[in-house]
């Protein structure tokens, strides 16, 4: 089973945001509740937590603006 990894929206106006850095590597074992990457929206860096444990598969580019609920990636549960 795969769980999506969404683009988050965190602020009440937030319409995008723009993947600052990602913190873990394709095919990364994650656990939930690790940091997963960096959102840069309205002038704010926020850091974006794994929603799920497993093997992260990155789709989304560092330094990309995407629309909030945009697939960044997916996290195959084990």
């Given at each position: 089973m795969a769980v999506e990894i969404l683009l988050p929206k965190i602020g009440f106006s937030m319409q995008?945001?723009?993947i600052a850095e990602w913190?873990?590597?394709?095919?990364?074992?994650?656990?939930?509740?690790q940091p997963l990457f960096s959102?840069?929206?309205d002038k704010s860096t926020n850091e974006?937590?794994?929603p799920a444990?497993?093997?992260l598969?990155?789709?989304a580019a560092t330094g990309?603006?995407?629309e909030v609920g945009t697939v960044l990636g997916w996290i195959e549960v084990e």
């Open positions: 995008e945001g723009q913190l873990a590597k394709d095919g990364d074992k994650v656990t939930e509740g959102l840069e929206a974006v937590e794994a444990s497993g093997t598969k990155i789709t990309e603006t995407y």
